[in-house]
């Protein structure tokens, strides 16, 4: 039971990692510098880091909710009973 919550762990931990990194990645190919002051770099580069983490976290918590419902789907389907 307990190696089951460190492995959950392990997967929203990864999860989360990954598509906040493919968040990053996504957000280069946009251009901010039009919407952005010049010499303004590090507040830049703060926007692009946090607009990564929120992007990355809630399709991460999406991707992890739904892996828990596929999971859980089975045991509802085990409590129907047929006439």
């Known amino acids: 039971m307990i190696s089951g919550f460190g492995q959950q762990a392990l997967i929203s931990i990864m ?3 990954v598509f ?3 968040a990053w ?3 280069q190919a946009l251009r901010f510098e039009t919407l952005l002051r010049a ?3 590090f507040q830049a580069r703060v926007l692009y880091v946090l607009l990564s983490i929120v992007i990355g976290s809630s399709v991460s918590s999406f991707f992890l909710d739904y892996l828990l419902w596929s999971r859980q789907l089975p045991l509802i389907l085990q409590n129907i ?3």
């Open 81 to 83: 009973t047929f006439l």
């Open 15 to 17: 999860s989360h990692l």
């Open 20 to 22: 906040i990194a493919l």
């Open 39 to 41: 010499n303004h770099v």
């Open 25 to 27: 990645w996504a957000l």
